[in-house]
């Protein structure tokens, strides 16, 4: 049976929350089961809270935990029994686990996940990649939200193959569209790294290349996948959440100040709702750790259980969907040497 | 009296809603005039439409135009019979005249600014400067939006001197508060160049230095200037642009769908429209082109005439500001060599 780990301690709302999301996750999928890190007793405490299937959870006792006040490349080195560097070398060794959720430290699980779990031979650059909701009530995937603030043309390149492999292995799509995310549409637009992103993309027999796209298309959804360097990546995702944020408040206060307003908005609740529910990026699970050798989910900081669920369903769909297997097939027919992004 | 020059060829809607937005915006304020650049039949038969204060209007008549089509070093240089060009160096040479506004192509305003106007002394890059709306119900300035995709640390600490100034000029902010957009909020978050900007502006005396922001923030208005490379700024506006477009559809769609949706519609009419109206980016004028010796504003290639009257407001208020001059002054001030960046 395939197992998914998930790092009880880590977030802020670690552990209840994370334990609650995890066992939530169970009777959603057959034939798979969690294996919780963290403290067993603060785990079990949890645990004892609910009916779930025993059967289908097991505790790894650790008895370190690395918070967002570590230094991130210290703290995998030095705190070796923490729930996070147990986890991902379990994730590594053991064959039958096939994925890893974690609400920590993202800078811990970025620089514990190379170290520990190792990137796919000729990957430049493993690169964070969330889906985003879009008009069409689908998602786009952004890669690379945040791993990478410094880019090279080529590391580009890589985040459309391995996003490409990522919408197929977990959505489905068979040959998913991937636009450059750039200050505009025409081909010249751009730094000199996306203008050379733009032709090397052009080339790739590993990306259905729909050419560069502007910030506001990422929620159109024209295209599956909008590539982006780690900085401009992280900006647009950021904006666009402190949009939704703002939205949903500006709605909340003029619903309370209009005349007639509790009837309103008794009328008005199912549709904003569901605009809320669009917007909320709690529901969605965590953002991908492209380009491991093994599936890496990074949850919210924040995550309640309600994020935890749909985070350890995406670590298994894409397991279930050869998503590494695929990444490795995708960049075998990449035109640019595995040297030159180093 | 003081005069704003409006190039009424210029946009999509160019002249009918151009001309409108212009003479609408008289009797909004006291003591200025318009002058129409472009055809002078054209122009007439749409003025023929409408009852105005005739003595607050003067027509300069040109033969060409500059569109989309033209690239815009060539046609700026080509078509010197143009309302964009003929309306710049009126804007140079007429101390009567204080601002020009155009929804022509955006690459023509930036073009012609630059070599018909001329960069204020000391200035290393003129940036665009749109305000964003914000949770608050003010604008937050985000500057560079787009005219500078590729910049210097020394650019940036600029762009946030010049949109304080505007601040100033056009809001009233007495200090205003500036933001650096990067990847996080820590000191050492972003790539090299907006490390480098952080330390420079962080000692800056013309800078009220409020540390890194990131995208999320732009929106909640706890600070009054953003500042950002011209890349990552128009991916931001643009994001936020598509957010808004995505929020309005969305609603639009569920409250179809919903049970009882024409009576809900009914009551959730107001509030849905205060919100609509917020994020509408016609009504709220265009971008201001910061670093000239006079204002320039584009406003949006889109622009209806409801877009065209706040952008020829803008100009004036900018000038009665005194932009110009409180751009010089705080430059001064700037501890950065005016060769560095060129």
């Known amino acids: 049976m395939i197992k998914i780990i998930v790092d009880a301690m880590g977030g802020d709302n670690a552990p209840a929350e994370i334990v609650k999301g995890a066992i939530d996750a ?57 729930s996070l560097v147990v986890g991902l070398k379990m994730l590594k060794e053991r064959e039958d686990v096939g994925g890893f959720v974690s609400a920590g430290s993202t800078g811990a699980v970025l620089t514990g996940g190379i170290m520990f779990v190792g990137r796919i031979k000729g990957v430049m650059r493993p690169a964070l990649c969330p889906g ?18 410094e880019c090279k043309p080529q590391y580009l390149v890589q985040f459309g193959i391995m996003a490409s492999a990522y919408a197929k292995a977990a959505y489905g799509v068979e040959n998913p569209r991937v636009g450059l995310v750039t200050n505009g549409a025409e081909e010249h637009k751009g730094d000199p790294l996306h203008q050379e992103a733009h032709q090397l993309m052009k080339v790739c027999p590993a990306i259905n290349f729909a050419g560069n796209i502007e910030g506001r298309e990422i929620m159109y959804g024209d295209v599956d996948v909008a590539v982006t360097d ?9 904006a666009i959440e402190g949009c939704g944020k703002t939205v949903a408040s500006v709605l909340s206060t003029e619903f309370r100040r209009s005349a007639g307003s509790k009837l309103s908005y008794l009328f008005a609740k199912k549709p904003i709702n569901k605009l809320k529910n669009m917007l909320d990026y709690s529901k969605m699970g965590g953002s991908v750790f492209l380009g491991l050798k093994k599936v ?29 297997r695929d990444i490795e097939q995708r960049l075998e027919s990449m035109p640019v040497s595995e040297n030159e992004g180093e």
Chains 1, 2 share one sequence.
């Open 296 to 324: 890496v989910v990074k949850s919210h900081g924040s995550s309640k259980a309600k994020s935890i669920t749909p985070s350890v369903l995406q670590a298994l769909d894409a397991c279930r969907g050869n998503l590494i």
């Open 132 to 149: 985003i909701p879009n008009v069409r009530g689908t998602q786009t995937l952004l890669c690379d939200c945040g791993a990478n603030a």
């Open 26 to 82: 169970l009777p959603l999928r057959e034939n798979f089961m969690v294996v919780l890190t963290g403290d067993e007793s603060l785990i079990g405490r949890e645990l004892a809270k609910y009916k779930y299937d025993a059967s289908r959870v097991e505790i790894v006792h650790t008895s370190e935990v690395i918070t967002n006040d570590d230094v991130p490349t210290l703290a995998v080195r030095r705190k070796r029994d923490s």
């Open 230 to 238: 780690g900085f401009s990546g992280n900006i647009a995702l950021k």
